[in-house]
T-cell receptor
Framework: DGGITQSPKYLFRKEGQNVTLSCEQNLNHDAMYWYRQDPGQGLRLIYYSQIVNDFQKGDIAEGYSVSREKKESFPLTVTSAQKNPTAFYLC?????????????FGPGTRLTVT | QKEVEQNSGPLSVPEGAIASLNCTYSDRVSQSFFWYRQYSGKSPELIMS????GDKEDGRFTAQLNKASQYVSLLIRDSQPSDSATYLC???????????FGTGTRLLVSP
C-alpha cells in the first residue's frame, strides 16, 4: 500500500522544547515538502527537498529545521525559536521533472504548544 | 495582491446542482494548476490537475483553465452533501518545483 505516513497524529509540547515530526513515504518520490496550515488559512511552505542530502527554505523557514538522509524520510524539527508553533503540519511528496508536479499529502500532525 | 486568490465562501448549493469554484492567479508564467479537496480536520486530497487551456473532465469534476485571463475553475456536477469541504487551488510557476496555494473556498451542499 503506497502512501505517506506522518506521526504522531497529535502532539503536545511545552514552550521552549524542540519537537520532531516524522514523515515517511513509500511512493518512490524524489521530492518532499513540509507545509504549515493555520485555521482559515492556506498552506504555507516551510521547507522542501528535491533530492537526498539537499533541501531549500520555503516561505516560513525561520524556527524550523529539516534533514533528508534517506529518500523515504523527511523529518521536521520545530525549534524553540519558532514563535507560534501551534498549527497543523502537513508533509507532501511528488516526483520531479517535466509534467510530474502533483503533490500528495500525508494525514498531518496537529501540534499544540502551551 | 495575493499570488493565488479564492473567495473564502461559503458557497452554498442544493444537492444535485452544479457548484462552480473559481481561482485567479497573478503570475503570468504559471504553468500548472491543481485542485485539492480538504475535509474539516483532514489533509488535502488531489482532485484534478490541468496544464493546458480549456476543459479537463474527470467524472463529476471539470477543471477549466484560461491562461489569458489568469483564472482556473472547478465545476462539480450533481453536487452531493459528501462534496461539502474546502477546495484549495494551487499554482506552479514555470521553472519552480513548489506550489503556491490559495486559502480555499468552503463549499456547502445541502440535501
Amino acid at each position: 500500500d503506497g502512501g505517506i505516513t506522518q506521526s504522531p497524529k497529535y502532539l503536545f509540547r511545552k514552550e521552549g522544547q524542540n519537537v520532531t515530526l516524522s514523515c515517511e513515504q513509500n511512493l518512490n518520490h524524489d521530492a518532499m515538502y513540509w507545509y504549515r496550515q493555520d485555521p482559515g488559512q492556506g498552506l504555507r511552505l516551510i521547507y522542501y527537498s528535491q533530492i537526498v542530502n539537499d533541501f531549500q527554505k520555503g516561505d516560513i523557514a525561520e524556527g524550523y529545521s529539516v534533514s533528508r538522509e534517506k529518500k523515504e524520510s523527511f523529518p521536521l524539527t520545530v525549534t524553540s525559536a519558532q514563535k507560534n508553533p501551534t498549527a497543523f503540519y502537513l508533509c507532501a511528496s511528488s516526483n520531479v521533472g517535466q509534467g510530474a508536479y502533483e503533490q500528495y499529502f500525508g494525514p498531518g500532525t496537529r501540534l499544540t504548544v502551551t | 495582491q495575493k499570488e493565488v486568490e479564492q473567495n473564502s465562501g461559503p458557497l452554498s448549493v442544493p444537492e444535485g446542482a452544479i457548484a462552480s469554484l473559481n481561482c485567479t492567479y497573478s503570475d503570468r508564467v504559471s504553468q500548472s494548476f491543481f485542485w485539492y479537496r480538504q475535509y474539516s480536520g483532514k489533509s488535502p486530497e488531489l482532485i484534478m490537475s490541468i496544464y493546458s487551456n480549456g476543459d479537463k473532465e474527470d467524472g463529476r469534476f471539470t477543471a477549466q483553465l484560461n491562461k489569458a485571463s489568469q483564472y482556473v475553475s472547478l465545476l462539480i456536477r450533481d453536487s452531493q452533501p459528501s462534496d461539502s469541504a474546502t477546495y484549495l487551488c494551487a499554482v506552479r510557476r514555470d521553472g519552480f518545483q513548489k506550489l503556491v496555494f490559495g486559502t480555499g473556498t468552503r463549499l456547502l451542499v445541502s440535501p
